[in-house]
């Protein structure tokens, strides 16, 4: 098993700075991919940024440029940090952890505001 605890999202005005972070306890391979995922109203979840131990990533079109994917594998943790917000990045932002070994891991989901 593997737990997931997210920090870090709230509310910030459109050009604003925000960084989530998620922390990984339990059974971790070290051969594993973490990232985050969204999901806003009305909408399906969508892929934001993964990162595999190796230091892979892996952006979505709507954020490249504008986020950056981070992680310490020695503390089993990653971070997002999102700059020049938009409105439209108003989701509930989710952690996951995925290895071969193992299914797939989702945080409880932190919820990030960007008022226009």
């Known amino acids: 098993q593997v737990q997931l605890v997210e920090s870090g999202g709230g509310l910030v005005q459109a050009g604003g700075s925000l960084r989530l972070s998620c922390a990984a306890s339990?059974?971790?391979?070290?051969?594993?991919?973490m990232g985050w995922y969204r999901q806003a109203p009305g909408k399906q979840r969508e892929l934001v940024a993964t990162?595999?131990?190796?230091?892979?990533?892996n952006y979505a079109a709507s954020v490249t440029g504008r986020c950056t994917i981070s992680r310490d594998n020695a503390k089993n943790m990653v971070y997002l940090q999102m700059n020049s917000l938009k409105p439209e990045d108003t989701a509930v932002y989710y952690c996951?952890?995925?290895?071969?070994?193992?299914?797939?891991?989702w945080g409880q989901g932190n919820q990030v505001t960007v008022s226009s």
């Open positions: 996951t952890y995925s290895s071969y070994e193992d299914r797939d891991y």
């Open positions: 339990g059974s971790i391979f070290a051969i594993n991919t």
């Open positions: 990162m595999t131990n190796t230091r892979y990533t």
